[in-house]
């Protein structure tokens, strides 16, 4: 087999490849041709940014001579690495929109901005041809969740700017599949239209969603639970962890976790793998994914947990070129996947993110590893995470909320803090508080509770 010629990929955004349909899709690519895809692409990316795009067309001239990349590994080792932080400061520099615009403002279409929990928040745009190659990539990812034209989905979310939302129920929605758009409804209420409507499909992040089961439970309202066969969740690292899918499993008892990640900044970028549940495929015909050391920003081989660096290939209008996720993960060695698929993939998901982990007493203490212990216990509905900074040397401790129908709250407890002693060699105080009195989360959950001196 050879490669395609590089005429053949010379094309405007609007001219490649389109995403398989979610009814028909073609046989998986190999390694070797989604390779030579992602070079063409990435080419294309580069000669139309160098044009016209400030924010990258410095950067490039920087990098030396990269209009023509090699490879993808020459691209990797001579193209700076891009941090959120530079992106914040363009757009402080250029508001309100920044110079990371490749076209002229008035071919943008569509404005979305990101939650800001990891910093300043950043807006970012979209012409009507990238918006399309990321409902492309939605498609990609119901496709491989098992959506089909019977499905009926809600979207369980107060929609306000945040890209994940709207892109994937307009992607829904292109596909002709019934939608409920359920913003600014109570848990109890959204609880009611799933039963009256007969969904089958809840789009929302994983610790929402097991608050509403939770909910349901408790308001014996069983059509709802009856009805749902597929749980999409994202947003959270929780729909990898095994603890948290068994808990959603008992929450709702015929439908399956099905876990997908994305960024306002890059757009969605994952599917979990049909036959390896807690494994996420990288959609790498619109992604190149590269892992690196998170304090060096050297490249990682695969089996080795780091930082995800991502370029898109696809959204030319507004691309982020390396861009540090800030998110931790960890590649399987390449090769086919049970499923057939040879796109990248993640071994349990995001396991977090990197600027999360905490040296507690010398141990490196991650979230998802306490959250997965904590589920593991059973018997708790939610819990808080309190971090003392105050002192020469972080301390944790914790708060459990009980499940309504736990009769012995301090035993429950003592085996949480039991379990994380057993687990991570440090004794962490846990505390059993009322039920009903920690958050609940629509969006991304804030467990962890900061006190600085």
């Known amino acids: 087999m050879t490669p395609p010629r590089e005429s053949a990929w010379d094309s405007t955004e609007r001219d490649l490849p389109a995403a398989p349909s979610p009814t028909a899709s073609p046989p998986p690519p190999a390694a070797q041709e989604i390779r030579w895809l992602q070079l063409a692409k990435l080419r294309e990316l ?95 990812i119901f496709d491989a969740a098992g959506v089909t034209p019977e499905d009926r989905l809600l979207f369980a979310f107060s929609f306000g700017p945040f890209l994940g939302f709207w892109s994937a129920m307009e992607a829904a929605m292109q596909a002709g599949w019934f939608v409920f758009a359920a913003g600014s409804m109570t848990t109890e209420a959204r609880l009611r239209v799933i039963g009256e409507h007969n969904i089958t499909v809840v789009c929302c992040t994983p610790t929402y969603a097991l608050h509403m089961g939770e909910t349901a439970l408790a308001r014996k309202l069983d059509r709802a639970r009856e009805s749902v066969r597929l749980l999409v969740v994202a947003g959270e690292p929780g729909g990898s962890i095994p603890a948290t899918r068994d808990r959603l499993s008992q929450c709702w008892p ?100 990197c600027d999360d982990m905490v040296v507690v007493r010398g141990v490196n203490v991650y979230p998802s590893a306490v959250e997965e212990i904590v589920r593991r216990c059973g018997g708790v509905a939610e819990y808080r995470v309190n971090l003392d900074c105050r002192g020469a040397l972080p301390e944790l401790s914790l708060e459990i909320e009980p499940l309504p129908q736990c009769r012995h709250p301090l035993k429950l407890a003592r085996d949480v803090q039991q379990a994380l002693q057993t687990a991570l060699a440090l004794r962490i105080p846990v505390r059993a508080v009322e039920p009903g009195s920690l958050p609940r989360f629509e969006m991304k959950s804030r467990r962890w509770i900061r006190t600085y001196a």
């Open 254 to 353: 015929r439908a399956r976790v099905f876990d997908h990640y994305g960024m306002t900044e890059v757009g969605p970028v994952t599917y979990e793998c049909p036959v390896a549940p807690g494994t996420m495929h990288v959609i790498e015909s619109a992604y190149l994914a590269e892992i690196v050391d998170a304090q060096t920003g050297a490249p990682l081989p695969h089996g080795q947990p780091g930082e995800l660096v991502l370029t898109t290939l696809d959204r030319v209008g507004s691309p982020v070129i390396r861009y540090r996720t800030g998110d931790l993960v960890q590649a399987r060695s390449r090769g086919p996947c049970a499923c057939g698929r040879h796109d990248l993939a993640l071994e349990g998901g995001i396991l977090g993110r």
């Open 46 to 140: 580069i000669r139309r940014v160098a044009d016209s795009n400030p924010f990258y067309s410095a950067r490039l001239g920087a990098a030396g001579d990269p209009l023509e990349p090699a490879s993808l590994e020459d691209f990797s080792a001579r193209f700076p690495l891009t941090r959120k932080h530079a992106l914040i400061q363009d757009q402080l520099k250029h508001p309100p929109y920044g110079t990371n615009l490749t076209h002229a403002l008035a071919e943008y279409t569509r404005c979305h901005q990101t939650s800001g929990s990891t910093g300043e928040p950043l807006r970012w745009l979209d012409t009507p041809e990238s918006w399309r190659c990321l409902l492309g990539n939605w498609r990609v």
